[in-house]
């Protein structure tokens, strides 16, 4: 018995360390984020105020978020692909000001070029009249048409929904202060919020 004892004694000594050792060499997968929201400020970081102030809004409600300038497009959509096909993100949602929307247009075109869907894109203010990937599932364009912003147009195979919203009416927007307009960050807000299209 006791002699059984003993060998059951080392048998645990041999086996708890190299159990050990298995389980920590194994990696951590990556913590899933249901939803990833890209926002890109225009010409001049310091003139889309109104997308900081998005920006700081989902922070609080534990969205992951990423700012960044317009000029940095190609580079977001290529991180959004690697994402959505590693499958740590589940939703794509974009948001783009004034030279930012048309960046913002552009990461969902690559991203469909890489056969991903973009569950929302916002554009403010659009400077330069583009196209509506077929892949957004929606779109919403809040511009000012009085000043220099332009309405979008849906691109050949678009079955998304897509709404040029025309705040020409309000005299007091201009190309800056329609980012901050609070009827329309309470909408965008809600709209991320609820955004369930799978990127993948």
Do not use: W
């Not at 298995?22 to 310091?46: C, D, I, M, W, Y």
């Not at 247009?105 to 400077?127: E, F, W, Y």
């Amino acid at each position: 018995m006791a002699r059984a004892a003993a060998c059951l004694f080392v048998m645990l000594l041999v086996f708890l360390p190299t159990h050990a050792g298995l389980a920590q060499s194994q990696p951590h997968p990556a913590t899933a984020v249901r939803e990833k929201v890209f926002l890109l400020r225009g010409f001049t970081n310091v003139l889309s105020p109104g997308i900081d102030e998005l920006a700081q809004e989902l922070k609080e409600k534990n969205v992951e978020t990423e700012v960044a300038n317009h000029r940095f497009a190609l580079s977001l959509a290529s991180e959004a692909i690697d994402d959505c096909k590693s499958g740590r993100v589940q939703t794509i949602a974009l948001v783009g000001h004034s030279f930012g929307a048309t960046g913002a247009l552009m990461m969902a075109d690559r991203l469909n070029k890489a056969g991903m869907r973009v569950a929302l894109v916002v554009t403010l203010d659009p400077v330069i009249k583009s196209s509506v990937p077929a892949n957004v599932h929606r779109l919403e364009n809040f511009y000012v048409s009085s000043g220099v912003g332009t309405s979008l147009q849906p691109a050949a195979n678009f079955h998304g929904s897509l709404k040029n919203i025309d705040l020409k009416g309000d005299p007091g927007l201009g190309h800056i202060s329609v980012t901050t307009l609070p009827a329309m960050q309470k909408q965008v807000l809600h709209d991320i919020l609820t955004a369930n299209t799978r990127c993948g």
